[in-house]
């Protein structure tokens, strides 16, 4: 005969198994499919109303049953992209707004915000998320590490990185990254690439491409002329930048057939 002690036991054992939430996720990913209840739901996810922790944990659901049933990231496509860059000389910002407007060529609505505006942006409200920085002394500069860091704290916070990391269907990303090469070409922004593209990875983001854009050293006119690149005064170009938009045409299309 078994005591209530053991039955408490069981009964808190059972609550706190892996076995739970996964009966709570797959039974709101089979309710999220039928129009009835996700249209409401969707709803509140938006509603300014509600307080935002419990936004935040009606969204956290979403992504959850949009994993446990992919099928569900087309219900849930919202159309819309974030580019979220830092720029100290202006190469980078070149940049942001040339895949813009190739975001924008092909239907999407964008929002382009510097590192320091979008910290209170959500980055699951986007179907793309586009990041780029510059390479400053072989790194990411330091707004881009503290965004980096800012938000990764929040969606730990928020449980949102999981053990280990999940993609989450319909969510992509993008990396740019500017850089001059003068000694050792495009080796010297490699690491600030991963680096972007491991924290977008992180949160369940599908990593689409990471690109390497050549940008003029200002300030360092030798660094622009005689480093390992050559001469890349005046980089990014119109030609740079018409192969950005083009390239961004590309991914966006290619995406249209994923999910
Ligand atoms: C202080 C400083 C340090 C830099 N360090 C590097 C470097 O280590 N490696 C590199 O390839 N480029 C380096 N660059 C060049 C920049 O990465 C390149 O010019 C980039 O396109 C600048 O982007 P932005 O104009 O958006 O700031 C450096 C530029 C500056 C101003």
Redesign the pocket.
Known sequence: MRSPMDRSFQLRHWMHSPFLPQLIVSLLSFALRIPFFRVPYLSATRCHLIPKELRELLGWGIRRAMTFQPVLSEAFRTGEALIIY????????KVALAIQQGLSKEGLEVITKKVSEALKEDLYDYDLVCFGS?????LPPRPVMKFILGKGNEYRKRKEVRLPAHKIPGKHALVFV??????IGVN??LPAGKYLRQFVEHLGFEVEDEWY?V??????EE?SIRGRLGDIRGRPNAKDLARIEEKTIKLVKSLKHVS
């Open positions: 830092f720029s100290q000389t202006g190469n980078t910002e510059p390479v400053i002394h072989s500017t850089f001059s090469g003068p000694r010297e922004a854009i940008g003029e050293f200002h300030g360092w660094g």
